[in-house]
């Protein structure tokens, strides 16, 4: 079975006017552990088995990554992956990420096990996001690495093969600190890896524990600051099963919470690693009124009030946050949040540009931002072609007076690729332009 997936490049526009959401929804899987599962069965020696993988753009974005390395696939409602046993290919092309940062920043470690030359690089996203750091550690590991323009962003050359050694990296995006603890037990000798202004931590642990089901030995400080891991050690092939994505559930979580929403979210199981999951406590919070059952969260809307939250370990969470702080009562701080500035856009920026075109009340801050109890109503807002921002406007359009349109949707490919008829699920009535006829 082929992969099949609508390219990015053709141009989607979401419209949508105010309908409460009600009723159920299955969450998607998740992302971060779908790249992960990918990543390391591309390493593994013998055949890796993953259920329910996320069949998103980005996730098929680590597939196209893990053939050029080497690895067989077999698709299909599972994948069936042959690994490489830790010796890679040197790819016959270019590594082209799309727009997948995980893809990228865990691809480089790959490629620092090659006896050869890798070239990495992405969409014009891609090629603003920093991977110095990156380059860095691997340089102090053994591999050779440099960014072609010299600039410390993509295109990036990598070169092995990764020896083992110390390094000290900062950890203010997790995917640095994951692609070194992935990749570094199949260097000769132990690594030893110092991380400071470390955040995101959920995403690290995420990544612990999949060593711990390959029984990769490992030694990590309590606070995650720093890392022994042994060499010479290897992957084998297991068979996983991938749970629902919490980040992709906290876009239906604040639409729930908003207006007058009653949504019963299905396949969350609230004992994952997953960051994610406190967006949970911070709606509850809030005064949002939630129920968690086995697999499911209920959450109903209400009279919510405004808090202030440290997010420094759930920045992907920030777009639909803000939504949320535009209907609380008073203000709502989101703080701890300046490496959201790194991702597929500058979050703070844009989040708070595209709420004040719906009237929303945002003071930008440096490493967040306070958002004011407003009065929004619909407008024309781009999603600058980032997935989560194109999904927290698309809610706030559900839940306030007038016509929303949301540009550059084509971008919800890369973890909800049917984030519509999710949302049309629940009642929404929302259409792509062009499309014949409204939901219901």
Known sequence: MALK?????????????????????????SKSHTIRAVTLSTLAHGRSIIHH??????????????????????FGESWEI????????????????????????????TAALVEGVTVLTGDAQIVRRPVQPLIDSLKNLGAEAYSTRGN??????????????????????????????????????????????????PYLQMTLDWLDRH?????????????????????????VSIPGDFSSATFFLVGGAIGEGDITLINLSMDDVQGDKRVVDYLK??????????????????????????MGDTPDALPAMAVAGCFAEGKTSLRNLAHSR???????????????KLGGKVEELSDGMIVHQSSLKGGVVSGHG????????????????GRTEIETAEAIQATVPNFIELMKGLGAKIYKEGEKGESR
């Open 285 to 310: 919070e809030m005064g949002a009124r939630i129920t968690a059952g086995q697999n499911t969260i209920r959450i109903q809307g209400g009279r919510l009030r405004g808090v202030e939250l440290d």
């Open 152 to 201: 410390g962003h993509p295109p990036v050359i990598v070169k092995g093969r990764l020896k083992g050694g110390k390094t000290r990296i900062t950890g203010s995006l997790s995917q640095y600190v994951s692609s070194l603890l992935i990749h570094s037990p199949l260097a000769e000798r132990e690594t030893e890896i110092e991380v400071y202004d470390v955040l995101e931590k």
């Open 5 to 29: 997936l609508a390219s990015q490049r053709e141009f989607m526009k979401i419209i949508c006017e105010k309908r409460p959401l009600r009723g159920e929804v299955l969450i998607p899987s």
């Open 386 to 401: 980032d997935h989560r921002v194109v999904m927290a406007l698309t809610v706030a359009g559900t839940a306030i007076p």
């Open 53 to 74: 993988p996320l069949q998103s753009s980005d996730c098929f974005a680590a597939v196209e990554a893990s053939q050029l390395f080497g690895a067989r696939f077999r």
């Open 82 to 109: 042959e690994g490489i046993n830790g010796t890679p290919d040197i790819p016959e092309n270019v590594v082209d990420v799309k727009n997948s940062g995980t893809t990228l920043y865990f691809f480089m470690g």
């Open 215 to 239: 029984r990769i030995h490992y030694e990590a400080s309590d606070d995650l600051t720093s890392f022994k891991v042994y060499g010479g050690q290897n992957y084998k092939g297991l068979e």
């Open 342 to 356: 790194l991702k597929e856009t500058d979050r703070i920026k844009v989040m708070a540009n595209e709420l004040r």
